[in-house]
Every structure is written in C-alpha cells, then in structure tokens.
C-alpha cells in the first residue's frame, strides 16, 4: 500500500484500496484552476472594456493563483511517486514566484495610473462583485478538502484564496468610492499598488518561510509544525 500515496493517505493505515482519497487532492486543484481561468477571462476583459486596472491586477492575481492551482494538481500527482516534502517545497517555490512576479507589475502600472488617471466604467463593480462570488465558491471548494489534504500546498493555497477574496473586496469599495466621487480615477491606481503591494508581501513571506504554523494528521494524528 506504501506506493504512490501520499504521506497522511487512510488507505495506508487500513491497507483498503477504498480508502485512497489521494488522486481526489490533484482533482480538487484541476478543478479550482479551471474555474480560476473562467474567472480570469470575465475579469481581465472587464477590466480593460471599463477601463479598471485595479479590476485587471485582481484578474492577473487570479491567473497567477489558476497557475499555481495547476503546479499543486502535478505536485499531487509527484508527490505520490517520491519525496513527498520535497516535492511540496519546489511547488511552493515555483508558485511563489510566479505570484512575485505578478506583483511587480501590477504596482508598477499601479503607479503609472496614479500619475495619469484613466476613466473607470460603474460596471466594473458588478463584474468585481461576481468575481468575490467566485472566489468565495473557490475558497469553499479548497476549505471542504478532507483532513489528510491539509498539508503545506493546502495551506498556502487557502491563504493564497482569503487574498483574492480580499483583492475582490478592495476593487469593490474602490469602485463604489469612484461611483460616487465622479473623477476621482486615481482611486483606481491606489487599490492596484495596494494589491500588488499585498501580493509582494505574502509571497516574500512564503519564500523565506515565516509564518507557517502547519497543522495536519497524519498515520498517528500528530502534527508538523513549521516556522
């Protein structure tokens, strides 16, 4: 029973086939990045039809987390075939990355459009709306994952999902404050900095490892602490 499963797998204390839930772990991220791409398209086109970049930074963040969905279903698939932990940590880093380099940009044209200020459309809070109703769906999706599934790539992901839920609520308030303070566009480029600004922080911290405290069970129910 000992091959290809992952480390907290049941079926290796019971030694039932039936109780193996570790190919559903890489299902549930294929399942998160397809919804994260859908999302992607309805905000980034939204974004650029209204004139919203703070909308389009929520949508790149949202690509970036699709992407990092779809590194988590292959560390899944290769983590039951060798180091489980190390290949964890790679994942981790590569995702990491790709969300830094995500940041950067949106706050540097975050800064170009606090400098030159574009007109932002009123219906980009009702696409920033649906948006928070998808990562909400998302976030329940991940946050209903069996005991055995909350490893380090569970944990990430599921801070990585309460910022987007975040990012989607400051573009909401960011356009109601714009829907009622006609002209006021800067407000747009202050919400993409603060985004991008966000993103570079947590992944940062992911990179250098703070702030892990890691809860998981396992064969015996114990638990791995990291910081």
């Known amino acids: 029973m000992e091959g290809n499963h992952l480390n907290a797998c049941p079926a290796l204390r019971t030694g039932t086939e039936r109780d193996c839930s570790c190919s559903s772990e890489e299902s549930?991220?294929?399942?998160?990045?397809?919804?994260?791409?859908?999302?992607?398209?309805?905000?980034?086109?939204?974004?650029?039809?209204?004139?919203?970049?703070?909308?389009?930074?929520?949508?790149?963040?949202?690509?970036?987390?699709?992407?990092?969905?779809?590194?988590?279903?292959?560390?899944?698939?290769?983590?039951?075939?060798?180091?489980?932990?190390?290949?964890?940590?790679?994942?981790?880093?590569?995702?990491a990355m790709l969300?830094?380099?995500?940041?950067?940009?949106?706050?540097?044209e975050g800064m170009e459009r606090i400098s030159n200020p574009h007109k932002v459309e009123w219906y980009m809070i009702v696409i920033a709306f649906?948006?928070?109703?998808?990562?909400?769906?998302?976030?329940?999706?991940?946050?209903?994952?069996?005991?055995?599934h909350r490893n380090i790539t569970h944990l990430w992901q599921d801070w990585h999902l309460l910022s987007d839920i975040s990012a989607s609520v400051a573009v909401i308030i960011g356009g109601v404050i714009m829907l009622i303070a006609d002209?006021?566009?800067?407000?747009?480029?202050?919400?993409?900095?603060?985004?991008?600004?966000?993103?570079?922080?947590?992944?940062?911290?992911?990179l250098l490892g703070f702030g892990l405290h890691h809860h998981h069970k396992s064969n015996g129910g114990c638990h791995d602490h990291q910081h």
């Open 99 to 108: 969300l830094l380099f995500a940041s950067l940009w949106i706050i540097h």
């Open 28 to 95: 549930r991220y294929l399942t998160l990045a397809k919804w994260s791409l859908c999302l992607f398209v309805s905000e980034f086109l939204g974004g650029w039809f209204s004139g919203s970049l703070a909308l389009m930074s929520d949508a790149l963040h949202v690509l970036v987390d699709g992407a990092e969905n779809f590194v988590s279903a292959i560390v899944s698939r290769f983590a039951r075939q060798g180091d489980e932990d190390r290949v964890r940590k790679i994942g981790g880093t590569i995702s």
């Open 183 to 206: 002209g006021q566009y800067w407000i747009d480029g202050i919400i993409s900095v603060g985004i991008g600004t966000w993103i570079a922080l947590f992944t940062i911290t992911r």
């Open 130 to 148: 649906i948006g928070l109703l998808v990562n909400l769906l998302l976030w329940k999706i991940h946050h209903d994952a069996p005991d055995e």
